[in-house]
């Protein structure tokens, strides 16, 4: 069981997408440009009708994200040694967030990047703005 500490008691995490906040990482480098650039991503209209955009780069983002405090976590960079989101991504898998590469690919295959989702469905929404972003740069 993956918990979190509240009130002096310990609470199983809960993904939850109902605050629709999605933390973007805005930090270089760019692995998927010119297709995808997460800034974007923040003027994308499905994005902002659909969530409430906020600009982190953390572990904390990550974690909040399988704490239920955000809906979800975006970022183009390289997993591998980022003290930003490395840390974050077990809890969330163990706390059942959907957790992804940039494209939807497996972590760790591909150019880089990162989708963390408290659900399925807002990933599927996630991914389908990074697409447009990449169709629309061609």
Known sequence: MTSVRSDGLDEELTPSSDSRLVDVNLDPPFLNEPGFRAVRLLADTDFVERFR???????????WVAAGRRAAYVTDGHLRDSVHFASGIAPCQAAGCVVTGIHGQPLRTGTGGLVVAADQETHTALLQMISNQVASDR
Do not use: E
């Open 53 to 63: 955009p906020r600009v982190v780069s953390t572990t904390l983002a990550v974690a």
